[in-house]
């Protein structure tokens, strides 16, 4: 079995009010329970906001180190889940079901190497 990362991309900005994220955290839990009941379940979590990001990139063998997103766009990763599926197509109907909850969020889906 192959692992593939699903990446949730979200808009810059605030998160949505209480009573609706509440209703959307219900419902990733269930597609989560959903797929640890399948076995396909590795890990998943959500992120801070992209200002909390620390980024080092190294440089003719200095590492700088700045605060922040390492650039800036509309729109950061805000959360992943990994599973193990025995295809593409496998990991597509799982990926499926958390867009459905997320919608309208982007739901990158890739395998890992090795």
Not at 22 to 34: C, G, P, S
Not at 76 to 101: C, M, N, P, Q, S
């Amino acid at each position: 079995m192959t692992q593939y990362l699903l990446s949730i991309y979200q808009p810059d900005g605030p998160a949505p009010e209480p009573e609706v994220l509440e209703k959307i955290m219900r419902e990733l839990q269930a597609v989560n329970e959903e797929m640890q009941a399948a076995g396909v379940w590795v890990f998943a979590a959500g992120l801070h906001p992209p200002e909390t990001a620390t980024v080092l990139k190294a440089s003719s063998g200095d590492v700088l180190v700045t605060d922040g997103p390492y650039i800036e766009v509309k729109e950061h990763l805000g959360g992943f889940t990994v599973i193990e599926a025995d295809d593409l197509d496998a990991a597509l109907h799982w990926a499926r079901k958390v867009a459905k909850v997320l919608e309208p969020l982007a739901i990158e889906v890739r395998p890992s190497q090795g």
